[in-house]
């Protein structure tokens, strides 16, 4: 099989089937994984996403929502289904996944759908709902294997079996004590080569990694990618074994964490989503262009304030464009490199210090070799080489700026506790065209005027 | 255990080590674990790594080098080790880790490694070496657990256990037969809870997910990501077993993808290391810089065009600026969403449609909101409704070139099979520059003047 990609063909034979009646569109549903549904989700209108999802098997309709991205609206759906269907659905999610779908739907919704439910389930998905989403407790899932650490081996592998008849995959066993206190973990591998009469206190792992239940789930996946985990066990303040998050888990975390980053070093609020509307889209946007609003006003101040210069030297004017915007985007450059790396791994004082001294070199290299074309290009189609040095050394001075601020201000917001991708574009460039508008003006001023 | 971050008490107590005895050095270095022993030699000079490598265990040796980042270049230091210690530590690596850290080699040292080591152990890391690293290929670990299709329960149970000797965590069972042709997979658990005299043949799953070796590391990704796998085999072209990619070197892929798309769409190379050094980030930015100055001059001859505009109306000038930064701030923002989702899902043609028109949209909002706050301050400031009609005109105008060329450029490339990510900010703002220009001077001379 390889990677399944929505073309036409599998969307045309779909709608034919929704055109057909319930047992055509049955037989052609079969032919598709549940996460592939999820996809075919997308483009299907609400009313043929209830029809299909009514006809699959509960297992199956259970996993296509628990596929369906967030940005579809799995809560949407599973609130219109018929009631009785959509408990038996809600039985058949994990705890994580059900607790992911509810948590989007308001307080008086989720308690119409918990309380048709099984209890138990409903007792541990409200316990899951008290978690903050973007933490350890939110992502994880607890549905565990675990054992008491005072059972012998065929005990304990009974135990496992037992356990693992409702879990699709299990790695690690967790051990706890009476009291559930996690006491360490233990293979299954290990327990099966072990000897008949050997105790699961004989097999236990302690030196292990866990985390508490609030850590934030980016945080869970640096240590779950760290230590090459499969899964990482999540406890309460007393050591109290609550449940496990897993790397698939991680990978969705990855995937939302990065798009987070990219959002907002892009001026673009971190909660927009990317299939969002246009409204949303507005929301998320016209904040950070009114504050870009706002600083270009400063950065025209500065031009307002030098018109005499350019009454004098009207070709000046189109060089501004140029070294502002030169600095710019060689500001865009050093923030990426420095916001992904920040994120990617902390950095020690003397690598932040290592780090805007490169970039200082970096702009005043680049600096200089745009300043040069710009030179020459001066004394040629201007003729004026006077203007060229000043244009070499704005330039230069610019891009000097525009290192400096970029790897800078990102570290400094780090360093006071401050999101470092907050330090967008939009930001940095003010600087930017400031110091591009100021140096060229104010050195043609004192040096040509 | 909480995350490990270095901090300064940590690398001082090594540090002080470092300056002791071999005793007492590998006393301290008993209490950390080989992936923090990897954070560590970020900050350690090489000869201080080789003394460190040299006193640690081959196992723990072997992982902290699989363990480093490719940026802190395991490969150098491993070929500065003494040549017997060397042998040690690629026997023990796993293939895919000995084969990244190998790749990054000239072929005549990888040639002069590979002689030494054991010719079993050698022969696989060759085989691995052929594929390009960005593959699935290049990937995948060849330390797997299979069993024949023929065996009986207990056969395949034992065999099941011999095999994972070697292995730090096994997940799934691969199923072949005599050829060595993948048949299917079988959990352990299927294995453990079957009757005893059930065959491999009656557990096998056939209907599973795999992919070829040359398969994009990317598309690996999506699959096991859509998926949620934690394995998935890699065959040849004759469905003969390879090897297997594991989740965890799946988050590394992930990683890296989301670090290309950031420094792609910011205008800095792909390849440039986030820590590489300044002659680098020179070399991976400046082309792109030059490409923009270029960009730049064609943006500064619309204003040298209209010259009897400006001086005939020179408060336009400090206009310009404001109206061509809002437009590529505007820019940056669509694109970051649109390069983003396409990274994230591909977009069907209605799909495509709707997002260029979703930004036209948000463009002409956000267009218009700052228009009017320019044309009330044109008004009150400047003392002048017409010119402030011209610059409500022109913003709204190049906000909406903003969105479409934010979205409809990456989208365009996608279809034409170019990385939408290479259409980056430096691209985009060119459009938005000489918009952000053209428009205010020729709606000036055609109104105004």
Redesign the interface.
């Known amino acids: 099989?390889?990677?399944?990609?929505?073309d036409?063909s599998d969307?045309q034979r779909i709608k034919t089937a929704l055109e057909g009646d319930d047992a055509g569109l049955e037989v052609v549903l079969q032919e598709y994984?549940a996460?592939e549904i999820a996809?075919l989700f997308e483009?299907l209108p609400q009313e043929d996403k209830e029809r299909i999802i009514n006809l699959l098997p509960v297992d199956e309709a259970s996993e296509v929502l628990s596929?369906m991205t967030e940005e579809a609206h799995p809560e949407e759906l599973l609130l219109n289904l018929d009631p009785e269907k959509r408990s038996d659905i809600v039985e058949e999610l994990d705890y994580d996944d059900a607790t992911d779908i509810l948590s989007q739907l308001e307080e008086h919704e989720q308690h119409e759908i918990l309380q048709d439910i099984d209890q138990e389930d409903a007792h541990n998905i409200r316990a899951l709902l008290k978690y903050d989403e973007d933490t350890a407790g939110g992502i994880m899932n607890s549905e565990i294997i675990k054992v008491n650490i005072n059972l012998n081996k065929m005990q304990a592998?009974d135990e496992v079996?037992r356990q693992?008849e409702e879990m699709e995959?299990?790695?690690t066993i967790y051990v706890v004590d009476d009291a559930d206190i996690l006491q360490g973990i233990v293979?299954?591998?290990s327990i099966?080569?072990a000897r008949h009469d050997a105790r699961v206190s004989d097999l236990v792992i302690r030196d292990?990694?866990?985390?508490?239940a609030e850590?934030d789930q980016e945080?869970v996946?640096?240590?779950?990618?760290?230590?090459?985990?499969?899964t990482i066990p999540v406890v309460d303040d007393n050591m109290k074994l609550l449940g496990r998050v897993t790397?698939?888990d991680?990978?969705?975390v990855?995937?939302q964490e990065?798009?987070e980053?990219?959002?907002k070093?892009?001026?673009?609020s971190e909660d927009?989503e990317?299939?969002g509307?246009?409204k949303e889209?507005?929301k998320s946007?016209?904040p950070?262009?009114?504050v870009?609003?706002g600083t270009?006003?400063l950065?025209?101040?500065v031009?307002?304030h030098f018109?005499d210069v350019?009454?004098r030297l009207?070709?000046i004017?189109?060089?501004?464009?140029?070294i502002?915007?030169?600095g710019?985007?060689?500001a865009?450059?050093a923030?990426?490199?420095t916001?992904?790396?920040i994120s990617?791994?902390?950095l020690?004082d003397?690598?932040a210090y290592t780090t805007v001294f490169?970039?200082f070199?970096?702009g005043l290299?680049?600096g200089a070799?745009?300043g040069l074309?710009?030179l020459v290009?001066a004394c040629l189609y201007d003729e004026n080489p006077l203007l060229g040095v000043v244009l070499f050394l704005a330039m230069t001075g610019n891009l000097v700026v525009a290192g400096l601020t970029g790897a800078g201000i990102p570290l400094i917001l780090k360093r006071v506790g401050i999101d470092p991708a907050v330090a967008s574009?939009?930001i940095i460039?003010t600087f930017t065209?400031c110091i591009g508008?100021l140096l060229p003006l104010w050195l043609a001023s004192s040096l040509l005027l």
């Open positions: 099989m390889q990677s399944f990609e929505i036409k969307l994984h996460s996809i483009k596929e592998l079996i693992s995959e299990f790695y293979s299954i591998k099966i080569k292990f990694v866990y985390v508490k850590l945080d996946a640096s240590l779950i990618s760290q230590y090459n985990l499969t790397v698939d991680i990978i969705d990855m995937e990065s798009t980053d990219i959002l070093i892009s001026g673009v927009e990317l299939s509307n246009w889209a507005v946007r016209l950070w262009l009114i870009n609003l270009a006003f950065a025209a101040s031009i307002r018109s350019e009454e009207p070709v004017v189109a060089y501004l464009s140029i502002g915007g030169m710019g985007n060689a865009t450059q923030l990426a490199v916001v992904r790396r990617l791994s902390d020690s003397r690598q490169k970039e070199l970096v290299i680049n070799f745009n074309i710009v290009f574009s939009i460039t065209d508008f």
